[in-house]
């Protein structure tokens, strides 16, 4: 079997997992090279006038990148996607969102992370983009801000972050499209190995593949996907055009990771599984967000809609004063601002990845003083869940 053959649909596990772990290495086929080389080159030689090797200079496209670009459209949405990296989540996010025009509207996730958020407000509004934001979990709440004219996007993350609730892309699709509306989903939280928005009818997919996608919290990078052709030369020329790249060095740190990341995930989603039913039974904590657990209110759209539930929860302490101690006191997991790498993380979304969001806004949205999130990691389970065991009392 030649892996990446086939549709994203009929991509199974097996093959996705064979893709992943042969990224690149059939490329080099002057020394057969297993690990793709790294070319750090600026600039390619022309072989004569009006000739080109298909690398001309590196923003354009480099070797090392275009290896992962093909990896990442083949496992997100086969052989008709097209896909870019880019130096950041965020950058990709900024390039997506330079394909609106003033005075359109989109209509984003409320609990966004706080990042994107601080794109759409203190970058993009004052360019005439406005984004207005609603609980993308409520099909009738999306319905009424798109009824909006002005309208041209929704944008959704699935789940959202830090409270993992979920959107039901299909059914929001089917909203927005007749409308000639555009769907983007940052699928940075499941990634492809779980949950394919463009099979659900999305026009675009965003990553922070900072994240999972990259899986060892040592590269900042970000990706965009398409299967649209027209929206696939707009941003291969904002990609040329804007600059924002990733670098060589960090295209081939994105294939390694990517050759894990189904091994990784399964993992960290069974320990992080464990760890909200452990939660669940414990004293001192309230709420704990997570859509595996059948009473989340994402938990049957996600089973329809996802291979599997993700590693990130979220729960609140019952004495927020215990906070500080908490976060000083962990010894497996480490108190840091990302998610999706092999090691356990614990964050204070209020203080950290939220901090941009209004604090009546947070307060509403429940990104209360007492709710931390966890990222699961691939450390031994028993010891994460007695790390927090050890501060919890
Ligand atoms: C869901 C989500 N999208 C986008 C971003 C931004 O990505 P980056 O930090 O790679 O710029 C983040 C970062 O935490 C994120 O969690």
Redesign the pocket.
């Known amino acids: 079997m030649e892996p990446g053959n086939e549709s994203s649909m009929d991509t199974t596990e097996a093959r996705l997992a064979t893709l992943l772990a042969q990224a690149g290495s059939r490329w080099d086929e002057r020394t057969g090279a297993v690990s793709m080389p790294v070319y750090r080159s600026s600039t390619f030689r022309h072989p004569g006038l009006g000739q080109s090797t298909g690398f001309d200079y590196s923003r354009t496209a480099n070797p090392t990148r275009s290896v992962l670009e093909e990896t990442l459209a083949l496992a997100e949405g086969g052989r008709a996607a097209r896909a870019f990296a880019f130096a950041?989540?965020?950058?990709a996010?900024d390039t997506v969102l330079r394909l609106f025009e003033p005075g359109d509207r989109i209509v984003a996730t409320e609990d966004l992370?706080g990042?994107?958020f601080r794109l759409f407000e203190r970058m993009f509004r004052r360019y005439g983009i406005e984004t207005v934001y609603a609980d993308t979990a409520d099909l009738s709440a999306v319905a009424a801000a798109l009824a909006d004219r002005r309208v041209q996007a929704v944008f959704l993350?699935v789940p959202s972050?830090p409270l993992l609730n979920v959107a039901d892309i299909a059914a929001i699709v089917g909203l927005a499209a007749p409308r000639g509306i555009l769907t983007i989903v940052?699928n940075?939280?499941l990634t492809f190995c779980r949950q394919r928005p463009l099979d659900l009818g999305a026009d675009l997919v965003?990553y922070?593949?900072?994240?999972y996608l990259g899986g060892h919290d040592d590269v900042?990078?970000?990706a965009v996907i398409t299967r649209r052709a027209d929206l696939a030369e707009r941003v291969a020329f904002l990609q040329n055009g804007v600059g924002a790249i990733l670098g060589p060095d960090d295209s081939w740190l994105l294939l390694r990771g990517l050759k894990t990341l189904p091994l990784r995930l399964a993992r960290q989603e069974a320990s992080a599984e464990a760890l909200a039913l452990w939660l669940l039974r414990q004293p001192r904590v309230g709420r704990v967000c997570y859509p595996g657990l059948t009473r989340h209110p994402g938990h049957e759209v996600l089973k329809r809609q996802s291979r599997g539930f993700g590693a990130m929860l979220a729960f609140e302490v019952a004495d927020p004063a215990r906070i500080p101690d908490i976060l000083a006191g962990v010894r497996v997991f480490m108190f840091a601002e990302?998610?999706g790498g092999v090691e356990s993380l614990i964050t204070f979304p209020a203080v950290q990845?939220h901090a941009d969001v209004d604090p009546a806004v947070r307060d509403r949205l429940g990104i209360s003083n007492r709710l931390l999130r966890l990222s699961v990691g691939i450390e031994d389970p028993e010891d994460l869940r007695q790390d927090l065991e050890r501060v919890l009392q």
């Open positions: 950041s989540g965020l950058a996010i992370y990042g994107t993350e972050n940052d940075t939280f965003v922070s593949a900072t994240k900042v990078a970000g990302s998610l990845t």
